[in-house]
């Protein structure tokens, strides 16, 4: 889920209530906050407690809630994951700590301390794009024998990378294994993966349960269908102008169309022009229009 943000970068209640109530509408089989999408290294530690609270509040255990407690700081972890239990959430995920170099037995070590702590289930976080550290696919599976640790999520984007991690956990299906980019989220689900956390869901929720759903039933060619609408929603919507940060404007730039927030990105993002923007809305009401007609075709 992205952050709603005010203008002064406070959380935007009224927007978050509406989006939370829209991804369950929508069908959202859980809701994860304060990932990469939610801008985890660029809000405020209010923000953070903030939004935990209000989304526990709001979603009244209708879905599961996971919350993101990726920090370079494992004491603020910890005050995170503490927030997350006290407020009803249901499991914590955590990427590596970023800046500092790191080996692969600290990666372990420190996921094992954290796992230790906590009073929630830990899925680990795999975002070497980000955070600069790769969870090894070793290393996964040592860690997958602390009996809190309970699953990964793949963001590196390399589908030989999850095809190894569907390989090495096979005979462990209680350990779920999700895919962050949607681009692959049907290939993912072929090679045995569990699941995907795709940004995309903020806007169409309905396109990637239907998906899921339709892999569920075997219907290969819906699926390949809807695939294929998710990969224009990734070029129509998250590839204008040339901004690394084109992901998230054009998701934040899409869901103010909808009145679903306020289109604010946290410092050092900056929100797209008024015209940005007026190149990205014919493009929105487009691919709004491609979903539509993808869903309908899928029923």
């Known amino acids: 889920m992205i952050t709603p943000l005010n203008p002064d970068f406070s959380l935007d209640v009224a927007h978050t209530e509406k989006l939370i109530e829209h991804l369950i509408e929508g069908g959202a089989h859980g809701i994860f906050i304060i990932g990469t999408t939610g801008e985890s290294a660029s809000i405020s530690p ?38 997350a239990f006290e407020s009803g959430a249901s499991a914590l995920v955590a990427a590596t ?16 301390k954290l796992a230790d702590a906590v009073k929630l289930p830990l899925f680990l976080y795999d975002m070497p794009s980000h955070t600069k550290v790769k969870i090894e696919i070793e290393s996964a599976v040592k860690l997958s024998a602390h009996p809190n640790i309970i699953g990964l999520k793949d963001s590196t984007g390399d589908k030989a990378n999850f095809a190894a991690l569907c390989e090495a956990f096979k005979d462990q299906p209680e350990f779920k294994l999700f895919i962050g980019p949607e681009e692959i989220l049907g290939e993912a689900l072929a090679m045995g993966g569990h699941g995907g956390v795709s940004g995309g869901a903020n806007m169409f929720p309905k396109l990637y349960v239907s998906l899921y759903e339709a892999f569920q039933k075997n219907e290969t060619e819906k699926v390949q269908s809807l695939q294929d609408t998710i990969q224009f929603v990734s070029e129509n919507i998250y590839q204008n102008g040339t901004y690394k940060s084109s992901y998230l404007k054009g998701l934040k730039g899409s869901l103010s169309f909808e009145g679903l927030c306020n289109g604010v990105l946290a410092l050092p993002l900056y929100s797209y022009s008024d015209t940005d923007l007026a190149d990205l809305r014919p493009r929105f009401l487009n691919v709004k229009d491609q979903v539509e007609q993808a869903l309908l075709q899928s029923i």
Do not use: H, M, W
Not at 46 to 57: A, E, F
């Open 97 to 112: 700590p970023f800046y500092i170099n790191i080996d692969q037995d600290e990666v372990v070590n420190y996921f094992q």
């Open 46 to 83: 209010d923000v953070k407690s903030d939004l935990i609270r209000l989304t526990c509040k709001q979603v009244n255990g209708r879905v599961p809630v996971l919350v993101g407690i990726t920090e370079s700081s494992f004491v603020q972890a910890l005050d995170l994951a503490a927030i």
